[in-house]
């Protein structure tokens, strides 16, 4: 391998955010514990569904929720930019829609994109994509996603939503980096959390912000706050093999409220960020975002789909640029109905929304 070579591969891991640093003790649990269960179906409501995500998890969420607008109530997104924007060139990911080196992403080529889509029936009603809600925060200091490219976002809805100033919410904290802001609750293990500035390791934000209660109040109404202690509920490891698709782990993670075992209960997707996966930060994401803590007192199931780290995905991204479509493909669908981890996360939505057997 040639020094230029290893040096592009070395700048390529580094804009991904690589993180070799991470504490084997937020993983060791993982081992020793049962055999995944299929994803359950729990009859959950078919209203009110919101899909949230981080970083790579962010450009996912959008995807699914322009995809299939009239699926979902509400959209939140930390640390993203713009729908569309890397068209299914890594080099435009890199260079457009993380930092900015090649300029903007361009509003009229996204639109035109959006319109052909429209066009071959890739993408949802947009009468249903008017009447989202959407949650759009960024962190000030953000070193790997440029903030300028979550307000590229936001000018994108403001475009699309009926009533914006009633339907949009947009939030930058100066002082944070890149990741998922959070307030420690008691019990929160120090390792669980990373440098509100600096961001890095579990990319869980100490900044003193509880953006899971602000994300999911704005999206879906006044809200009951979280109990202390440790969310009251069960956490299922539920096998993803069912759900096949190019990136996804073996294993995705539920979280269901006790008061949720009998049916009945809403939905909220949450979408980790590159190098947030279970195989690289243990189950810090899924314990610690504070998601669990408002879904246990507001009777609202959390699903936590997994991808995972491989040669052409090596942080374990959500796919936003088309790693995961076929690699003929000039022009791969992955922000598309016909994107292949979009559909095996439709399809895990379907499955939780099914009568449990026997009903």
Not at 64 to 73: D, G, I, Q, T
Not at 125 to 135: G, I, Y
Not at 170 to 199: I, N, Y
Request: with cysteine; glycine share 12%; aromatic share 8%.
């Amino acid at each position: 391998m040639s020094d230029a070579v290893f040096m592009s591969i070395n700048r390529y891991l580094a804009a991904l955010g690589l993180c070799l640093g991470l504490s084997l003790a937020l993983a060791a649990p993982l081992a020793a514990q049962e055999p995944p269960t299929s994803l359950p179906k729990l009859g959950l409501d078919q209203h009110e569904v919101s899909v949230l995500g981080v970083s790579s998890g962010g450009y996912m969420a959008t995807q699914l929720a322009v995809a299939w607008p009239e699926r979902f109530a509400g959209l939140g997104v930390l640390a993203a930019g713009p729908w569309g924007c890397a068209r299914g060139s890594l080099g435009l990911a890199l260079g457009q829609c993380m930092m900015t080196s090649r300029g903007m992403p361009g509003s009229a080529e996204l639109e035109s994109r959006y319109q052909g889509y429209l066009d071959r029936e890739l993408v949802g009603d947009p009468q249903a994509l008017s009447a989202l809600r959407v949650f759009i925060w960024h962190g000030g200091q953000d070193d790997t996603v440029s903030p300028a490219l979550s307000q590229a976002l936001a000018e994108q809805f403001r475009g699309w939503l009926a009533s914006p100033d009633d339907q949009l919410q947009f939030m930058e904290s100066k002082e944070a980096g890149h990741g998922w802001p959070v307030a420690a609750r008691q019990g929160t293990p120090v390792d669980a959390l990373a440098d509100c500035h600096g961001g890095g390791g579990t990319h869980l934000l100490a900044c003193d912000l509880d953006i899971a209660g602000k994300v999911l109040s704005w999206l879906h109404g006044e809200l009951m706050p979280p109990a202390p202690g440790e969310p009251q509920g069960e956490f299922v490891r539920f096998d993803q093999s069912d759900f096949d698709a190019r990136g996804l782990g073996d294993i995705g993670y539920l979280f269901v409220p006790t008061a949720c075992e009998e049916g009945g209960c809403k939905l909220t997707m949450a979408l980790h960020g590159c190098a947030m996966d279970v195989e690289q930060i243990g189950e810090a994401f899924v314990r610690h975002s504070g998601l669990n803590a408002w879904a246990a007192t507001n009777r609202r199931v959390v699903l936590y789909p997994q991808a995972e780290t491989s040669l052409p995905n090596p942080q374990g991204c959500w796919d936003w640029w088309g790693f995961a479509e076929s690699t003929w493909q000039l022009d791969p669908l992955h922000d598309s109905r016909q994107g292949s981890q979009v559909r095996a996360l439709m399809a895990m939505i379907d499955r939780l929304q099914q009568p449990p057997d026997g009903n």
